[in-house]
C-alpha cells in the first residue's frame, strides 16, 4: 500500500507506525523490510533501471520504506531521511532560500540549529532575525516583505520548552507568501502533528524519539505539497546527506513502537515535574504540562500530550545545577534525547555551547532531563540523591 493508500484507510497512528511502507516482502513474505546494503544496482538495459534503482544516493528501498512511514505518521505526502538532522535542516534552508533572503527563527532555539544559521548559512548569504515566537507581535515585526521566505519553529523548544502557537505561525507565514517549517523532534508525532495546523514542513532529528534508543544517528523532512517534497527531493540527491540502509532500518525499527513508549515517556515526566515543583533547590521546572507554564493553553490545544523532556533551574545556581549532573547515577549525563534511558545534561557547556555569548545563550543554572522508560521511582530516587 501507498501512503496514499493508508491514509485514505484511515488508521490509526500505531497501525500506520507499523504498517506504513511496510508491507511483506513479496518474494519472500518477510514481514520485516530487507536492509537492502547495496550502493548499485543491475539494469535491465541502458537507461532502463530496474524498479526506478540505480544507485543508493538516489534510492534504495529501505530508505524509502523509512520515508512511506515518516510521511504517514505525519500525514504528509512525502518523507525524505538524512544523515542527521542537521542535514536535514541545511537541504531544506537550501532547497527554499537563496541568497539575500531571511528567516525567522525562536530566540531559544537548539544550539545547533543556532550554529547552522550564524555560521554555515549566513556566510551564504542568508539573514536571519531571533525573536520569540510565542509574541505573534514580535514575529510580524521581524518580517521583512519580499525576503522573508520562512518562520523557522520548534515547538516545544530546545531547552526551555516554549510553546509556539503553530495555526497562527502557518497563517502569518502564509499572508507573506513564506512557508513554515516545525521542527518536531521534541514532540515527536504521536504527540504533535504540525502539517495537520498549517505548518508547510516538518523537521525532525530521528535520532531522538523516532528511533528511540541511542543506536542511530539520523533527520527527516516531511511535507505535505507534493511540488515541494519533489524540490525537496533533488536536492537530497544533489546534495547527498542522505542515511544508509541499516540507518533507515533501525529508524523504523524504533517507530513501530513509538506510540507506546511516548505514552511511558509522559507518565514518567509528569511524576518527576510533580516532584521537582515540590523540592526546595528547584527554583523553577520548565514543562508544558504545567498549568503555570506560559504556553499551557497552546500545547495542550495542539498536543496530544506533553512529552518527555523536562528542564528545571537549580536554586543555587550553575554550580548547583553542574554538581546535580555529575552527581546523577541512573540518569546518565550525556547529550541528545529521546531514547528509551533517561538522560541529563547541563545545555549551557553541553547541547548549546555553541549559543554562549549571543542572545539564544540559555541560563547558567539550567538542567535538562530527557526522561525515559525505566521505573519511575528509581528515576525519583536517583533524582533525589542528586539534589542531595
Not at 513502537?257 to 515535574?273: F, P, S, Y
Not at 500545547?299 to 533551574?313: L, P, T, Y
Request: hydrophobic share 40%; charged share 20%.
Amino acid at each position: 500500500m501507498t501512503t496514499d493508500d493508508y491514509a485514505a484507510a484511515g488508521y490509526g497512528f500505531d497501525t500506520l507506525a507499523i504498517h506504513a511502507g511496510q508491507d511483506p516482502d513479496p518474494r519472500t513474505g518477510a514481514v520485516v523490510p530487507p536492509i537492502y546494503q547495496t550502493s548499485t544496482y543491475a539494469q535491465d538495459a541502458v537507461g532502463a533501471p530496474r524498479l526506478g534503482y540505480e544507485y543508493s544516493r538516489s534510492g534504495n528501498p529501505t530508505r524509502d520504506a523509512l520515508q512511506e512511514c515518516l510521511a504517514a505518521i505525519e500525514g504528509g505526502r512525502r518523507g525524505l531521511a538524512f544523515a542527521s538532522g542537521l542535514a536535514a535542516e541545511d537541504t531544506l534552508l537550501r532547497t527554499v532560500c537563496r541568497p539575500g533572503d531571511h528567516v525567522v527563527i525562536p530566540n531559544d532555539a537548539y544550539g545547533g540549529t543556532y550554529r547552522l544559521f550564524a555560521k554555515v548559512a549566513e556566510r551564504w548569504g542568508l539573514d536571519w532575525t531571533a525573536v520569540p515566537l510565542d509574541d505573534p507581535d514580535a514575529v510580524r515585526a521581524a518580517f521583512r516583505p519580499g525576503h522573508t521566505r520562512l518562520i523557522w519553529a520548534e515547538t516545544p523548544t530546545n531547552p526551555l520548552l516554549n510553546i509556539a502557537d503553530i495555526g497562527s505561525l502557518a497563517a502569518l507565514a502564509h499572508e507573506y507568501d513564506a512557508l513554515l517549517a516545525v521542527d518536531n523532534t521534541f514532540a515527536s508525532p504521536y504527540l504533535q502533528q504540525p502539517l495537520s495546523l498549517g505548518a508547510d514542513v516538518v523537521v525532525h532529528s530521528t535520532t531522538k524519539y523516532l528511533g528511540g534508543h541511542s543506536d542511530v544517528v539520523g533527520g527527516a523532512l516531511v511535507v505535505a505539497d507534493p511540488g515541494l517534497g519533489d524540490e525537496l527531493a533533488f536536492h537530497q540527491n544533489a546534495m547527498g546527506a542522505v542515511n544508509g540502509p541499516f540507518d533507515a532500518w533501525l529508524t523504523l525499527r524504533g517507530i513501530k513502537t513509538l506510540g507506546v513508549r511516548m505514552d511511558r515517556h509522559c507518565d514518567n515526566a509528569e511524576r518527576i515535574v510533580a516532584y521537582l515543583s515540590e523540592h526546595e533547590k528547584v527554583a523553577a521546572v520548565l514543562y508544558p504540562g504545567l498549568d503555570t507554564h506560559p504556553g499551557h493553553e497552546t500545547a495542550a490545544k495542539q498536543m496530544r500530550r506533553f512529552g518527555g523532556m523536562v528542564s528545571f533551574r537549580a536554586a543555587g545556581g550553575r554550580e548547583q545545577a553542574i554538581e546535580i549532573c555529575n552527581r546523577a547515577k541512573l540518569f546518565v549525563l550525556a547529550e541528545s534525547l529521546g531514547g528509551v534511558e533517561s538522560l541529563i545534561e547541563h545545555p549551557g557547556q553541553m547541547t548549546h555551547l555553541s549559543a554562549a555569548g549571543s542572545a539564544l545563550e540559555v541560563p547558567a543554572d539550567l538542567v535538562r532531563l530527557s526522561v525515559g522508560i525505566e521505573t519511575v521511582d528509581d528515576l525519583l530516587a536517583d533524582l533525589e540523591q542528586a539534589l542531595g
